[in-house]
């Protein structure tokens, strides 16, 4: 039951528009935070580690194979899996430094 | 403003509580560590395998300082059971730990955003709080600056720097400490946003009336209440008041369209963000998303998509050699040494049960375990450092892909691979695994992988039973023996079924339960060589404690079975074939029939519950051999089982393909009963080891059955 509705739940979260995420970004580019996707406990997760809407982040690199995802953000290196990165939409598309 | 418990604070003995709070990788351990010295009890959380750590200091003045050293964490909403226990050790809800006086607040300068997350979570709690700058001098090498005395001014809370590992600024440490007692409540850091404040109010009302809480505590229950409707919010244990008002107040920021959890975290980093500007300072030349250069360097190098992971597995190889060239000697000794002892007891107790239960079975148990501990305490030791620099998380990383396909988490890689050694070191450190159920999964599959224990089994019937001719080779070099291809598909097999249990059990039995791999990659740092030791030592004691004792006790019940009832007259094969544990063979031998195994087997099989190399002692036994641990003994074993013939059917006991069918069963079948009581622990219950054991055992019986019949329908290895 709970499964199902959470799957209801992300799936019309990511309705909105047709937003760059954070697992399109290749290794080097940059981008701000718009909000993110994703059930209330996913969301949280993440913005508790400081993707919050309108921080600023970086691709540092990204695993071989469809790996996780190295990300700097707020200074700190964190690591997240391509699904999780997904859930990120991104402000628009800026080039990396 | 808030009522202070101060009831642990009594003048006349002076003790207090100090709970130590921080992210991990802060350096938290490191000052445990440097405060506390070795004086720490290490245990768990009852219910809960949180690990609980406490250290008592007595200093000059009299005063009784109790440390307790709170999981890592980044966040207190409960999100795994570590944030919960933190949780209910700050709100003083729990039975087993007085409320602390003071909460130390370990804050990394050099990562200091994300830091003061936690902060400003325990600032809400209204306990006096001490924050604790570590890593400063990191922040001056990069060519920054950080304001401690602007850092108190905009936390309001006192802030010393320290640099643990040289011990600067601890004696200052206690000092503050010592006067923070019974200080006024901390203000609140963060801002509430308008929209949020009334349904917050609320609730701390009826928190406060109902529950008792003071009226911080109520404010910091109410925000965590209202954050999430995981499974781990206390909600359920919250008067029906109170859970009326959560349910009410969502609904009704729902309808106006606010996300409260946003609306928190997003005011939580505004104050955050203006913290770090009055603290920190940073010339225009190291701008803020220049990472740091060194991290990036060795980054480029260790995280490379190809040299990474050769990189990787090299280190992998070199740890691994290291573990088992280093642990033979002492390893040896440690038998030496029990064998000597053996000797003492054969020549001062005389002979009769209690020397034999001394001997076989005390001894037996006590060598058995110790001759393991060298590479345990290796791999612990090695395991650590890696942790320490930073490097284990870059593995996890470069690892996840291959291990999510499976249901798996990167950090299940290493402990997956200690298991090579032993199942128990690889069970323990699956405590590095975040997410529960990738946690779980590895430690069901963990024992699949063929341990140091199995290889004396292997040994013994490889070179009895397989023939040594060459499967692969270039001229008159060979590169391939048979026996070396049976070894490598022995490892082999158990690593593809431990691959295939976890993605069967990803995919039914632990299905629905989303991942989660949202990890930091810490900066390298030098390893302590003395946190190291630390730990190596407190898991050892771990090993020793639950996997020694039940060792011990299997070795006694096992001597007990094969010294009983008594024979006095008959040669000792004879009198073990009438014994208790010959009759428990017997009796197990129908079950084990088709498999191609007898009743001597089946006597091996039971006797190797203490640790599956016994299975060659009690060959050993059956056939006569006394010294079962040299070279020629064990040829000589290997000679008698090869000329064994069953006197019903006139057949050879021990046909090639019954060798192979026996290791086989060995690879899967759960045979070790310190793992199971390491397992018990770990997940905390019987439900998880009792399941192991049956999956491995009908994993065990199938795949070697399955094997024995296409084997004997084909004719291979029948002699």
């Not at chain 2, 604790?132 to 108190?152: H, N, P, W, Y």
Request: net charge neutral.
């Amino acid at each position: 039951m709970q499964e199902a509705q959470e799957a209801l739940e992300r799936e019309e979260s990511l309705q909105h528009g047709g937003h760059r995420t954070l697992a399109d970004l290749r290794p080097g580019e940059c981008a701000d935070v718009l909000f993110l996707a994703g059930t209330a406990r996913e969301r949280l997760r993440l913005m508790e580690m400081g993707l919050t809407p309108g921080v600023h982040v970086k691709v540092l690199r990204v695993a071989a194979f469809g790996g996780p995802l190295d990300v700097l953000v707020r200074g700190y290196q964190l690591s997240l899996r391509r699904e999780e990165a997904a859930a990120v939409l991104l402000a628009d598309f800026e080039e990396g430094s | 403003m808030s009522t202070l418990s101060v009831e642990s604070w009594r003048v006349g003995t002076r003790t207090l509580t100090v709970a130590i709070v921080g992210n991990p990788n802060s350096g938290k351990t490191t000052l445990f560590n440097a405060l506390t010295g070795l004086r720490q009890k290490v245990g768990n959380y009852p219910g809960v395998t949180v690990e609980r750590k406490e250290g008592r200091v007595s200093l000059e003045d009299g005063t009784q300082i109790t440390f307790i050293d709170l999981p890592g964490l980044y966040s207190l909403t409960p999100h795994s059971p570590d944030e919960l226990i933190a949780r209910e050790v700050l709100l003083g809800l729990r039975a087993d730990t007085s409320l602390p006086d003071v909460v130390l607040n370990v804050v990394d300068a050099s990562n200091l955003e994300r830091n003061l997350y936690l902060s400003s979570q325990l600032l809400d709690l209204g306990v006096p709080v001490v924050i604790v700058l570590t890593m400063s001098d990191v922040v001056r090498k990069e060519g920054k600056q950080i304001d401690t005395q602007a850092l108190a001014e905009a936390t309001g809370v006192p802030v010393v720097a320290v640099v643990a590992p040289k011990k600067e600024g601890l004696p200052q440490l206690l000092e503050v400490l010592k006067r923070s007692v019974g200080m006024p409540a901390p203000p609140l850091a963060w801002e509430v946003p308008e929209g949020i404040r009334q349904g917050i109010a609320e609730l701390q009302e009826s928190l406060q009336k109902e529950h008792a809480l003071d009226e911080r505590k109520a404010f910091a229950e109410a925000v965590t209440l209202l954050m999430q409707d995981s499974d781990l919010a206390p909600l359920e244990k919250m008067g029906p008041s109170v859970r009326q008002i959560v349910r009410s107040t969502r609904e009704q920021l729902a309808n106006e369209g606010i996300d409260f959890a946003t609306q928190v975290i997003e005011a939580r980093y505004r104050w955050i963000a203006s913290v770090c500007d009055k603290v920190l300072f940073a010339p225009k030349s190291v701008t803020q998303h220049s990472p740091l250069s060194f991290n990036e360097r060795v980054d480029k190098v260790l995280m490379h998509p190809f040299w990474g992971y050769v990189i990787f597995f090299g280190l992998m190889a070199v740890v691994f050699q290291l573990i088992f060239a280093l642990g033979q000697a002492p390893a040896d000794e440690i038998k030496d040494g029990i064998a000597k002892l053996g000797g003492l007891l054969t020549r001062y107790v005389p002979a009769g049960d209690l020397r034999d239960l001394l001997n076989d079975g005390v001894l037996g148990g006590v060598g058995t375990t110790l001759s393991f501990l060298p590479q345990i305490l290796l791999l612990f030791f090695f395991i650590s450092l890696l942790e320490d620099t930073g490097y284990m998380a870059r593995a996890a990383f470069l690892m996840d892909r291959l291990m999510s396909r499976v249901g798996l988490h990167g950090k299940s890689f290493i402990p997956l691979l200690s298991s090579f050694a032993c199942a128990i070191p690889g069970i323990l450190a699956t405590r590095t695994i975040g997410d529960r159920k990738a946690r779980l999964i590895t430690i069901l599959v963990a024992p699949l992988m063929s341990c140091s224990a199995r290889l004396p089994v292997y040994l013994l019937m490889t070179s009895a039973f397989i023939p040594n001719r060459r499967v692969f080779g270039i001229g008159s070099v060979t590169l391939l023996t048979l026996p070396a291809a049976t070894f490598i598909a022995l490892y082999f097999l158990g690593m593809a079924a431990a691959f295939g249990m976890a993605w069967l059990f990803h995919k039914t039995l632990l299905k629905g339960v989303s991942p989660t791999f949202l990890m930091e990659l810490p900066p390298y740092r030098l390893p302590s060589v003395k946190a190291a030791a630390i730990q190596m030592v407190e898991r050892a004691g771990l090993f020793v404690r639950r996997a020694g004792t039940v060792i011990l006790s299997v070795a006694i019940v096992v001597w007990f079975l094969s010294s009983y009832p008594k024979y006095p007259r008959l040669t000792p094969d004879q009198a073990l074939q009438k014994s208790y544990l010959g009759q428990l063979g017997r009796l197990i031998e129908p079950t084990i029939r088709p498999l191609g195994f007898n009743w001597k087997m089946g006597a091996g099989i039971v006797s190797s519950f203490i640790a599956r190399e016994v299975f060659v002692s009690t060959m050993g036994t059956i056939y006569n051999v006394a010294d079962t641990d040299s070279r020629a003994g064990q040829a000589d074993l290997g000679k008698r089982m090869q000329a064994d013939i069953d006197p019903t059917t006139g057949k050879h006991v021990f046909t090639p393909l019954v060798a192979v069918c026996l290791m086989i069963y060995y690879v899967l079948a759960m045979q070790c009963m310190s793992t199971v009581a390491v397992v018990r622990k770990e997940t905390n219950g019987w439900k998880w080891p009792l399941f192991q054991i049956a999956y491995m055992t009908a994993l065990a019986w199938t795949v070697t059955f399955s094997v024995y019949h296409v084997g004997l329908f084909f004719g291979w290895g029948v002699r």
